[in-house]
């Protein structure tokens, strides 16, 4: 069962149209973004993109919490190139995603690359939202 928010930090209002052949843009103006077909050719983004952008900044500020919880400090150049892959399971019937989360924390041990990947995994909003639903994986690089 979800757990429901104690207290609301922020709220992102957006507008969609015609799915993945429409528009979609926030309530502020930040975000205004045409959206296409994954391989399609057309111009725009896709769902997958932005689902990977948006986890791999979160993912990015949780691995500071974590480093704050365990005494590590995150290296300022810190980068995460996200693979988040759109594909078919039982047997053809419906949609899934598999994420792949490869994470450059440069000047740090691998010890302390694991414990900050662990426990950003246990705290960042994206991963528990899909816990148990989309094959997560890390690559340390």
């Known amino acids: 069962m979800a757990k429901q928010l104690e207290e609301v930090l922020y709220t992102a209002n957006t507008h969609t149209t015609s799915g993945r052949d429409g528009t979609g843009r926030s ?33 990015m500020g949780a691995m500071k919490r974590a480093g704050a919880a365990h005494g590590i400090a995150v290296p300022n150049d810190v980068a995460i190139d996200a693979s988040v892959s759109l594909g078919k399971v039982d047997g053809g019937a419906n949609f899934a995603l598999g994420v792949v989360l490869a994470v450059s924390l440069p000047g740090l041990s691998e010890e302390e690359k694991r414990t900050l990947v662990a426990g950003a995994h246990q705290m960042c909003p994206y991963s528990r939202a899909i816990k148990d639903n989309v094959d997560v994986r890390f690559e340390m690089v």
């Open 27 to 59: 309530s502020d103006g930040a975000l205004d973004v045409q959206l296409s077909p994954p391989g399609s050719g057309k111009p725009g983004t896709n769902p997958e993109q932005l689902f990977a952008v948006g986890y791999s900044a979160c993912f």
